[in-house]
């Protein structure tokens, strides 16, 4: 059965339909089932991790979008930590230098796909393209149309070579938003992240979230599916992003290279 948050390909996403402070059956994040599931989730996690790599056949591409403090750093901390170093990498996308720009928006992009046997997690990604640059105007309107069919053949290529791709939206209220930007600026640990620039972005809301709508309604395929997660709390936003990845790897169904029987009697002298 389809995941509850997967936008369904061809779906209309409306963002106002999506309740940021959804938390499903549990009351808090000190309910003992939260605390279970979570951990049993990146328990399988690391295990299918594992057997991907030992397979080598397959990759997985983890996407993370969300506006400013939605929590995508938050979510590398504390699901992505359940991956190995050894066959994972992220990567975060800012602002593209002047070399990015003079490619096409995927070039920078491509070369950090995984490798076969590999996860990959995109903290930003090529969406931004279709997001920010959209917003402030950065490119002509008719070269930002034409990109959603690029990032859908792209990330078709993508899955036609063995990648998995999975694209979660951190789906946080405007509200939500004020609160996380004031602590950051009450917070001497946090305040590094604060970026006065935020705040002019933090006015275009509307025009982020009508964007955001476009990628999620005309980017989510069968091959590479978009995820809106309610992120207002954070210890849900974990356990549905590690809920889905332990789906999304088991349903890769990774598995250990058949065993060699000449091997077994191998006597190492
Ligand atoms: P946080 O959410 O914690 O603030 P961040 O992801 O915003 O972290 P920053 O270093 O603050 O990290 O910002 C990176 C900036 O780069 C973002 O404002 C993003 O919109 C911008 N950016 C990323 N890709 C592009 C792109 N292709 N074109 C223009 N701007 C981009
Ligand atoms: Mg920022």
Request: proline share 6%; with cysteine; net charge neutral.
């Amino acid at each position: 059965m389809a995941h509850p948050f997967m936008v369904a390909p061809g779906q209309r996403v409306s963002l106002a339909k999506y309740d940021p402070d959804f938390h499903g059956e549990y009351a808090s994040k000190d309910d003992l089932a939260v605390v279970e599931k979570l951990q049993a989730d990146l328990r399988a996690v690391t295990e299918l991790q594992e057997k991907l790599y030992a397979e080598g056949k397959q990759a997985l591409l983890i996407i993370l979008q969300g506006m400013d403090a939605a929590g995508k750093d938050g979510t590398i901390k504390h699901v992505m930590a359940a991956l190995n170093p050894l066959s994972c990498h992220v990567v975060g996308f800012k602002q593209p230098t002047s070399e990015e720009l003079a490619h096409d928006f995927l070039w920078r992009i491509h070369q950090h796909a995984p490798a076969k046997g590999h996860i990959a997690v995109f903290n930003r990604s090529h969406y931004e393209d279709v997001i920010v640059v959209r917003v402030k105007g950065l490119v002509s309107e008719k070269l930002w149309r034409g990109r959603y069919e690029h990032i859908n053949a792209f990330e078709k290529l993508l899955a036609d070579n063995g990648t998995r791709v999975v694209k979660f939206f951190l789906h946080i209220s405007r509200d939500e938003q004020r609160r996380r930007l004031q602590e950051r600026l009450a917070d001497p640990t946090k305040q590094w992240k604060f970026n006065p620039e935020d705040l002019r972005e933090r006015e275009r809301w509307d025009e982020y979230m009508a964007a955001y709508e476009d990628a999620l309604s005309l980017c989510s395929t069968p091959w590479a599916p978009w995820y809106v997660v309610p992120a207002n709390h954070k210890w849900y936003r974990n356990l549905v992003v590690a809920d889905i990845l332990a789906q999304t790897l088991r349903d890769m169904n990774p598995q250990y290279p058949p065993p060699r029987p000449d091997l077994g009697r191998v006597q190492i002298k």
